[in-house]
């Protein structure tokens, strides 16, 4: 006999949302159990990371920025995760893939689902760490709490109950970044990571375009900025040594 769930009644004063939020934690929990999926408990290594855990925790909107190698992407899955399974009115993790692969994804085979797979293999790698298991991505994209949108098929959408993280976003040029914010429905929460210095752009306007992006949001209340240096860098002692010294070279 199939087990019922634990909360057999709602209490008539509670409000909607109240009862949204019993029914995606109910879900959530559904999910771990059914899939044997328990998130391994990750804590911040740097400065920067720790001021994206309390930025994150106090409820803004993130934009994290700085060198490579220093687990922006890494923390922002894990955040969102942590909170995807919490009791919050969010349902899932949505990735933005940058516009540069996004741009170049008609010259790879396949359909697009196939093309987008390419994509995806950085956070099947991070999933996998967080989880311990090597099928955990697989498990979250099946059940739709992992979802991934090209940037070129993102317009007319409206994005709800949602964690957004755009990935890459130096290479996202203004009208990109525009559009991608402009998507943000209800009970959504959005975090950008990127190295500025990685952008594939050459033209000076388009690169222009994260800065006038970034001039907009220190004005919004609801966003901080986390700034990640040399002293962030966790890959490994020889990425730091490399990109200190890149650094010095000026290259």
């Known amino acids: ?101 996004t741009r170049e994804i008609g010259f790879l085979p396949g359909g697009l689902h196939q093309k987008l797979e390419v994509y995806e293999m950085p956070y099947r790698s991070i999933i996998t760490e967080l989880y311990g298991r090597g099928d955990a991505f697989d498990v979250l994209k099946h059940k739709d709490v992992l979802n991934f949108i090209s940037t070129s098929y993102i317009r007319g959408l409206t994005l709800k109950r949602t964690i957004v993280i755009v990935g890459e976003c130096e290479n996202l040029n203004f009208h990109e970044l525009d559009s991608i914010i402009t998507r943000i429905g209800s009970d959504c929460k959005i975090l950008f990571c990127g190295d500025f210095k990685q952008s594939d752009f050459r033209n000076v306007n388009e690169k222009q375009g994260m800065h006038n992006f970034m001039e907009i949001l220190s004005g919004m209340r609801s966003f901080n900025t986390v700034k990640f240096t040399q002293n962030d860098i966790v890959r490994s002692n020889m990425v730091r040594e490399y990109i200190i010294q890149k650094d010095n070279l000026n290259y």
């Open 1 to 101: 006999m199939a087990k019922r769930n634990k909360r057999k009644y709602y209490d008539l004063n509670e409000t909607t949302e109240e009862r949204q939020l019993y029914l995606v934690k109910d879900r959530h929990d559904n999910i771990g159990k059914q899939a044997g999926l328990k998130l391994n408990e990750i804590h911040p290594k740097t400065k920067a990371q720790s001021d994206t855990f309390d930025s994150y925790n106090e409820n803004y909107n993130l934009m994290l920025h700085g060198c490579a190698g220093t687990g922006k992407t890494f923390i922002s899955m894990y955040l969102a995760l942590s909170e995807v399974f919490k009791k919050s009115p969010y349902k899932s993790v949505t990735v933005v893939r940058s516009a540069v692969p």
